[in-house]
C-alpha cells in the first residue's frame, strides 16, 4: 500500500522569500516520487520527479525536492518566489508501474 | 515524455444522460489510465486501461458507471453513464512513459 500526506493544505509566501511545501509518503516498496503543479484551469504539469537517484532532485522553474528515506519526506523547495508560482501543488507516489497516489494538495498563494 | 489530447474539454450536461470521453496519446503505450478530480479536491484513479483486454477498476468505481475502451495503443475512451450532479469533475487520462506520469488536458464535466 502506498499513501502520500501533503501537511499544508495553504502556504502564503511574499514574492521573493523562499517556498517550502511539505510532503511525506508511505510506500512498501521504494517508491518513484514526483511534484506536480496545477494552474487555475490549467493541466498538470511535471516539476520533477524522483525515481532511485540522487536524492536532491531538480525541476523547472527553479524548484527542487530532496528525497529523505529516513524521514519518508520529499519536500519542495524554492529560494525565492514569483508570482506565477502562485498554483495548487500535488505530491505524488508511486510504486505500481502507473497507479499513483496523489496527496490531498497545497495551495501556494504568493503576495506582492 | 508524451502528448495527451482530450475531446471534449469540456460540457455541460443534464442528469440522466451519458458523455463520452476521448482520449489520443501521441506515440503507442501499454497502459492507460482514467483519472477523477472533483471539485476542489485531489485527484482519483479511476481505472487502468490494457489494450486488448478489460479495464481494471478502483474500488469505488464500476464498470456499468464507467465503462472504458481500449481499442488500440494510442487512443482509449471514457463513459460517465447515467449522469448526476455528483459527477461533476475533472476527468483526466493519464499514460507512463519512461517511469513519469503525464497527463492530458481534462475534460471539464458539469452535470445539471
Known amino acids: 500500500a502506498q499513501s502520500v500526506t501533503q501537511l499544508d493544505s495553504h502556504v502564503s509566501v511574499s514574492e521573493g522569500t523562499p517556498v517550502l511545501l511539505r510532503c511525506n509518503y508511505s510506500?512498501?516498496?521504494?517508491?518513484?516520487l514526483f511534484w506536480y503543479v496545477q494552474h487555475p484551469n490549467k493541466g498538470l504539469q511535471l516539476l520533477l520527479k524522483?525515481?532511485?537517484?540522487?536524492?536532491l532532485v531538480k525541476g523547472i522553474n527553479g524548484f527542487e525536492a530532496e528525497f529523505k528515506k529516513s524521514e519518508t519526506s520529499f519536500h519542495l523547495t524554492k529560494p525565492s518566489a514569483h508570482m506565477s508560482d502562485a498554483a495548487e501543488y500535488f505530491c505524488v507516489v508511486n510504486t505500481n508501474a502507473g497507479k499513483s497516489t496523489f496527496g490531498d494538495g497545497t495551495t501556494l498563494t504568493v503576495k506582492p | 515524455s508524451a502528448v495527451i489530447s482530450q475531446k471534449p474539454s469540456r460540457d455541460i450536461c443534464q442528469r440522466g444522460t451519458s458523455l463520452t470521453i476521448q482520449c489520443q496519446v501521441d506515440s503507442q503505450v501499454t497502459m492507460m489510465f482514467w483519472y477523477r478530480q472533483q471539485p476542489g479536491q485531489s485527484l482519483t484513479l479511476i481505472a487502468t486501461a490494457n489494450q486488448g483486454s478489460e479495464a481494471t477498476y478502483e474500488s469505488g468505481f464500476v464498470i456499468d458507471k464507467f465503462p472504458i475502451s481500449r481499442p488500440n495503443l494510442t487512443f482509449s475512451t471514457l463513459t460517465v453513464s447515467n449522469m448526476s450532479p455528483e459527477d461533476s469533475s475533472i476527468y483526466l487520462c493519464?499514460?507512463?512513459?519512461?517511469?513519469?506520469?503525464?497527463f492530458g488536458p481534462g475534460t471539464r464535466l458539469t452535470v445539471l
Open positions: 510506500s512498501s516498496y521504494s517508491p518513484s
Open positions: 524522483y525515481t532511485s537517484a540522487a536524492t
Open positions: 493519464s499514460v507512463e512513459t519512461l517511469d513519469t506520469q503525464y
